[in-house]
């Protein structure tokens, strides 16, 4: 274990009352002794005597379930919209337990929808290297730089991530995205698409294709498209409105 991970090990040993005068100092020695060492500490203590196998068990078991304790709380403060106080649970777990997969995709996602781009960023790259959800982590970096307003960067991460997941619909409508903010017109319409091949019902990405068949002047099928959108849902006043621009705009003059 890590030297931190170390310290917690000892301090919730001895707040279980497993370890106490004497031992907990013998347990504090040996973790100096070995420093980093290859062993994980409560192996060390075992082996030296210090602590039983039950002992072992029970301190571990704790950890644990502060860990998971701590992570629900902060998956719950994310939920609440209450990211800087997720963000802190997720930093207690990420600095005693650094390769905790879970809680870097929560922290991301907590600086994200707070706005801290570049944090964001840099845990979704540190995913990449410990997940195997590999297409998702790339797709995750490609949203935050295209946020930044690093689009070309942000298609290639999207491009990346749609290598390892060809049938992602969200991949597809992101790397769409890309294409129509860099001007590429033919490329977007052929990425919203796929995600409509993959995801009929996704209104997005039938809204975005209607505004690139209207701007190619192809009046029709943006009309159809935004049937198609109403047809999902009619509360969208935007699309209702830009519809009934399109159809005044080709009905026939008196």
């Known amino acids: 274990m890590l030297p931190k991970e170390e310290e917690r090990f000892l301090k919730l040993a001895h707040r279980l009352g497993v370890l106490q005068g004497d031992r907990l100092e013998r347990a504090a020695k040996v973790a100096e002794r ?20 039950e002992e072992v068990d029970r301190i571990l ?51 994200l929808k707070k706005g801290a781009l570049l944090p964001a960023l840099a845990d979704y790259t540190t995913l990449l290297e410990i997940t195997e959800k590999k297409a998702l982590a790339h797709n995750r970096r490609g949203v935050v730089l295209a946020r930044l307003g690093k689009h070309d960067e942000a298609r290639r991460e999207q491009e990346a991530a749609l290598s390892l997941d060809p049938a992602n619909a969200e991949i597809h409508f992101d790397l769409g995205t890309c294409f129509h903010i860099l001007g590429d017109r033919v ?15 996704h209104l997005e990405a039938l809204n975005n294709r209607a505004i690139l068949h209207l701007l190619g002047r192809d009046f029709e099928k943006a009309q159809a498209d935004w049937k198609a959108c109403l047809a999902i849902d009619r509360r969208r006043s935007t699309i209702r409105h830009n519809l009934k621009m ?9």
């Open 34 to 53: 070995r420093s980093e060492g290859k062993v994980p500490l409560p192996f060390t203590l075992l082996r030296e005597g210090i602590l039983s196998d």
């Open 61 to 111: 078991h704790a950890m644990v379930e502060l860990l998971d304790q701590t992570t629900a709380k902060a998956a719950e403060l994310l939920k609440d919209r209450q990211f800087t106080k997720a963000i802190g649970k997720y930093d207690r777990v990420i600095a005693s337990h650094p390769s905790h997969e879970a809680s870097y995709w929560g922290r991301a996602e907590a600086y």
């Open 187 to 201: 490329r977007a319409v052929a990425e919203y698409s796929r995600t409509i091949e993959i995801a009929p019902d």
């Open 246 to 254: 399109l159809l005044q705009r080709l009905r026939p003059a008196r």
